[in-house]
C-alpha cells in the first residue's frame, strides 16, 4: 500500500518551487495555531501581517538557488516552530504573549523541565509534524533551478505593503498609537508578529534609566505626600513595637494561597499545622497577592521594599543595582544582622545580584547547602528548613531572616513516599490534587521547622511570618476546583475567597486575632515595621498601608502574569483598573529612574 501511494506521487509532476511553497504555507499555519491554541481571534490585522511577514520571508530566499531557498525555509520553519511552541506555552500559563525583557530571564530555565512537561499538549506535536514528513525530500533530494531576482523583489515589495497595511491605517489615519495597546490586544490586533515589533519598540525605548520629566518628578512627590499625610492622620497602632529587638523571620511559601487553611480533602485537614498557627497568631484573611512578570521575585520586591513591580519585565533583572528602601535596611540600622536562604541557585530570578540592594548581607543558596534531597526544581522543603536551623542558631542576634520555598512549584511533584494525604480517585495525579498533596508536604516543613526553633531556643525570641508568593492554581483551573468541591464558583467568588494569599504572624504566647481588612503584598512591609517598632517617618518611601491602623482596606492587582485585566478590590466591589492607575504608574517611575538613588533616607 505505501509503495502504491509513492508511486502516485512520483506521478504527480509538482512544479519545482512546492516544497519550497509548501513549507512558506505550513509556517503561516502555524501563526495561526499559535491564536487557535490559546483562543485569541485571528483578526483580518493579524492576517496582513502574517501573510505579509510569511511572503517576505519566502521573498528573501526567492534570491537563492531552488536547493538552498527549501533549505533556508526548513531552517526558518524550524525555529519558528520552536520559538512559537515556547510562545503557546508561556501563553497557555502566564495569559500573556512573551516579551523581549523576558531574555533577561534566561537563567531561570534551569530546573524548569517538570513545569514545561506539565503544560505539553498532544496538540503541540502539529508544530513539527512538517518538519519530520518534509525532512527527506528537503535535504535528501537535490533540485537545480536559479534564483529570481525580479519575483524576490516583487514578493519582498508586496509582503511589506501587506504586513504594514494595518499599522500604516491605525497610525497615520486613525492616530491611534502602538504603545497604548495591551498585549493580548496587540496579539489580536497584528498577530504574533506585530505584537513582537510593538515590543522591541517598547524595549528600545524603555532600555535604560529613565530621565524624570519635571512632571513625572511632581507626580511621585505628591503621591507619596498625599499618602504621608493620611497616614499622620492615623495615629499609632496597639501593636507598635511588640518583635522590637527579636529576630525576625520571613518565610515566603511558592504557590501557596490561603483557600486551603482550614479545609479538608477526604476527611483530612490539608495544612493541619498552619490552621493550628492562624489560630494562635495573627492572621490576615484578606491580602492579594500583586506580582507580575517576575513571578516570585516580584513577591520579593513587594514585601521587602513595599513597591509595585515594573510594568514591563522582570525589576530583578531590569533594575538589579537601584537603591531601595527596605526592611533589612531599615532593621540593620538597629543593629540586625540580615541574610536570606533558598534552595535554588543564587542567579534564579537574578537574587544574587538584587540582595545586596535590598540590605541582605549574605544569601545562602543550593550551592551554600547540602543538596541531600532534590524535588523538583532545587532543594526539598525539609532540607533547606532543617540546614536552615543551625545558620540560625549561630547568626549574631537579633537577625532578620528570610526563608523561600521551592517545592510546591508548579507541576506540584511530590515522590511518592513523602505524600501524605489520601486522596480521593479523582483527585490522584491531576494538578488540584498534585497542587494539594504539595501544600501538605509544605505544612509539614514547616511545622518541623518552627519545632525546630523550639529545640534551640530561638523560637521565643523570634517573630514568624508566612506568606505566599503567588497564586499556584488560577482562575482558568476553576472548573477542576468546582469538581473537588461539588459546586459552582462565581467568577466574584473566585476573586473574593479563592485568589488570597495567607499573611500570617506568629509568636508563641501571642494574642490571637483575625484581620479581614484587605490588602496586598504591598502592606506587608509597613504593617511588620510597625509591630517590630520602626518610627513611621522611617516608612515615608514604602507605597504600603499599616494594616493594623486600615478598617477596609484595598487590593490593586496590576494586570500580569497572574491576572489578565488589572483590577481594584475593596470590601464594595471588584472594579477594573483604570489605565495608568496612579499606584502602580508611580512605582514604575520611581523604579525606572533609580528615583531613591539621590533621595536621603
Not at 497577592?289 to 510594568?311: C, F, H, I, R
Amino acid at each position: 500500500m505505501k509503495g502504491k501511494i509513492e508511486t502516485a506521487l512520483q506521478q504527480i509532476h509538482f512544479p519545482p518551487e512546492w516544497l519550497s511553497i509548501l513549507l512558506a504555507v505550513c509556517i503561516f499555519l502555524k501563526f495561526i495555531m499559535v491564536h487557535l491554541l490559546n483562543g485569541i481571534v485571528f483578526t483580518q490585522g493579524a492576517f496582513l501581517v502574517t501573510f505579509g511577514t510569511v511572503l517576505a520571508i519566502y521573498g528573501i530566499f526567492s534570491f537563492f538557488t531552488l536547493q538552498a531557498r527549501k533549505i533556508g525555509l526548513y531552517i526558518v520553519d524550524f525555529c519558528l516552530s520552536v520559538f512559537l511552541l515556547a510562545e503557546t506555552l508561556y501563553m497557555s500559563y502566564f495569559h500573556t504573549p512573551l516579551k523581549f525583557f523576558t531574555l533577561y530571564q534566561v537563567t531561570n530555565l534551569n530546573g524548569l523541565g517538570g513545569s514545561v512537561l506539565y503544560l505539553l499538549h498532544p496538540l503541540h506535536i502539529l508544530f513539527f509534524l512538517d518538519l519530520l514528513l518534509l525532512f527527506k525530500p528537503v535535504f535528501m533530494q537535490r533540485q537545480s533551478g536559479p534564483g529570481n531576482i525580479k519575483l524576490a523583489a516583487l514578493l519582498l515589495l508586496g509582503g511589506f505593503l501587506f504586513a504594514a497595511a494595518k499599522p500604516v491605517k491605525v497610525v497615520w489615519i486613525d492616530n491611534m498609537p502602538f504603545r497604548t495597546m495591551d498585549a493580548l490586544d496587540a496579539v489580536k490586533a497584528y498577530g504574533i508578529v506585530g505584537y513582537h515589533v510593538i515590543d522591541l519598540y517598547n524595549v528600545i525605548t524603555d532600555w535604560q534609566t529613565k530621565e524624570l520629566s519635571e512632571q513625572e518628578k511632581k507626580q511621585i512627590q505628591t503621591w507619596f505626600a498625599e499618602k504621608n499625610r493620611e497616614e499622620k492622620n492615623e495615629g499609632q497602632s496597639p501593636y507598635f513595637g511588640i518583635g522590637k529587638n527579636k529576630n525576625l523571620i520571613f518565610i515566603q511559601v511558592e504557590s501557596f494561597q490561603a483557600f486551603v487553611l482550614n479545609q479538608k480533602v477526604n476527611g483530612q485537614e490539608i495544612t493541619p499545622f498552619l490552621n493550628r498557627i492562624v489560630k494562635d497568631g495573627m492572621y490576615f484573611s484578606n491580602i492579594y497577592p500583586q506580582t507580575v512578570e517576575g513571578n516570585s521575585s516580584d513577591a520579593e520586591l513587594l514585601t521587602q521594599t513595599s513597591l509595585y513591580p515594573v510594568k514591563q519585565g522582570a525589576t530583578f533583572f531590569r533594575f538589579p543595582n537601584n537603591t531601595y528602601h527596605s526592611l533589612a535596611k531599615l532593621l540593620r540600622e538597629k543593629g540586625y544582622h540580615t541574610f536570606a536562604i533558598h534552595g535554588d541557585e543564587e542567579t534564579f530570578w537574578n537574587r544574587n545580584m538584587v540582595y545586596p540592594h535590598l540590605g541582605f548581607e549574605k544569601f545562602y543558596a543550593i550551592d551554600d547547602l547540602k543538596q541531600d534531597d532534590i524535588i523538583g526544581m532545587g532543594l526539598s522543603d525539609k532540607s533547606t528548613f532543617r540546614q536552615s536551623l543551625p545558620i540560625l542558631e549561630k547568626a549574631d542576634q537579633p537577625f532578620y531572616s528570610l526563608i523561600i520555598t521551592l517545592t510546591s512549584h508548579v507541576p506540584f511533584t511530590i515522590p511518592e513516599d513523602e505524600q501524605s494525604l489520601s486522596l480521593p480517585k479523582e483527585l490522584e495525579n491531576t494538578p488540584i490534587g498534585n497542587y494539594l498533596q504539595s501544600i501538605r508536604y509544605m505544612d509539614e516543613s514547616i511545622a518541623l521547622f518552627i519545632k525546630g526553633l523550639e529545640e534551640r531556643g530561638l523560637l521565643d525570641d523570634s517573630i514568624i511570618v508566612i506568606y505566599g508568593d503567588h497564586d499556584g492554581l488560577f482562575q482558568k483551573d476553576k472548573g477542576e476546583v468546582e469538581k473537588w468541591l461539588k459546586r459552582e464558583i462565581s467568577d466574584e467568588e473566585w476573586v473574593r475567597s479563592f485568589m488570597q494569599i495567607p499573611f500570617i504572624i506568629y509568636h508563641p504566647g501571642m494574642e490571637p486575632k483575625v484581620i479581614d481588612t484587605i490588602g496586598g503584598q504591598i502592606d506587608i512591609l509597613p504593617t511588620v515595621a510597625d509591630l517590630m517598632g520602626i518610627e513611621k517617618e522611617k516608612t515615608y518611601n514604602m507605597m504600603g498601608k499599616n494594616l493594623f491602623l486600615q478598617e477596609d482596606g484595598k487590593a490593586v492587582i496590576p494586570k500580569g502574569d497572574y491576572a489578565d485585566e488589572g483590577i481594584l478590590i475593596t470590601r464594595d466591589k471588584i472594579t477594573p483598573l483604570p489605565e495608568n492607575y496612579p499606584d502602580l504608574t508611580v512605582a514604575d517611575l520611581v523604579i525606572r529612574s533609580d528615583y531613591f538613588k539621590d533621595k536621603k533616607k
